[in-house]
């Protein structure tokens, strides 16, 4: 049982917990509006993120590796230390990077069903590629307190599910892409992860079995002396 225990701390604990640091200090640099002070989040919390994921993969690659009078019993996996190395840099880039400004983003949305009672076509406006792209703006009557209007690159539909910020402070189009960009970052942060965690487990797994069988047999018994 204690072994089990600890290919499941390695295989899952450990990287768990770097990706929560990762993301922790994503949200202190966003939410804790401290200034010129801001860097020291990144001084102090980038270094502790790279330490514990280093800690991760080595422990993937070490694990049940131990000392015998002999040497050693296993031997470290270089291999399972760079996949699971390379699979744990992507994790942490989507979930810290893109996923956590995304969910925050969509922590404070509210959805709403519109009906699109106008549209009217405004004049062009200039797109990322240096032309010009058509603007639609949208008078709506949306359930609740949701926007009274919309501009879009196209007509919408006449009746449309919106994301929309209660306060006011971030705009349906904003919204819409934090929605995109969550649903990137969940897939970039799920895929490498079930990759980490299906080579440390595997790893831990054959551990656990080539140590049994590498165990010494417990030798017979000596009869008590009767003198």
Do not use: K
């Not at 994503?26 to 994921?53: E, K, N, R």
């Not at 897939?187 to 551990?207: C, D, E, K, N, Q």
Request: with cysteine.
């Amino acid at each position: 049982m204690v072994r089990i225990g600890r290919v499941l701390l390695v295989a899952l604990v450990l990287p768990a917990l770097t990706l929560a640091l990762a993301s922790t200090v994503t949200l202190l640099a966003i939410q804790a509006d401290l200034g010129w002070w801001d860097w020291l989040v990144f001084v102090l919390g980038i270094p502790l993120v790279l330490v514990s994921g280093a800690f991760s993969v080595r422990a993937v690659s070490t694990m049940l590796v131990r000392a015998t009078e002999n040497g050693t019993a296993g031997e470290p996996s270089e291999g399972a230390a760079w996949i699971c190395g390379f699979a744990l840099v992507y994790a942490v880039v989507f979930s810290a990077v893109m996923g956590t400004p995304a969910w925050l983003l969509l922590h404070r949305a509210q959805t709403t069903e519109c009906e699109v009672l106008d549209t009217a076509r405004g004049p062009d406006e200039p797109d990322d590629d240096g032309g010009t792209q058509p603007v639609y703006h949208h008078r709506l009557a949306c359930a609740g307190a949701g926007p009274t209007d919309y501009a879009a690159a196209e007509p919408l539909p006449a009746v449309v599910t919106l994301d929309y910020d209660p306060s006011g402070e971030v705009s349906p189009d904003d919204l819409a892409s934090a929605r995109s960009l969550a649903a990137i970052a969940t897939w970039g942060t799920g895929v490498p992860m079930a990759i980490y965690l299906l080579v440390a487990f595997g790893r831990g797994f054959f551990r656990l079995r080539t140590s049994a069988a590498s165990s010494p047999a417990p030798g017979p018994r000596s009869a008590p002396d009767s003198r």
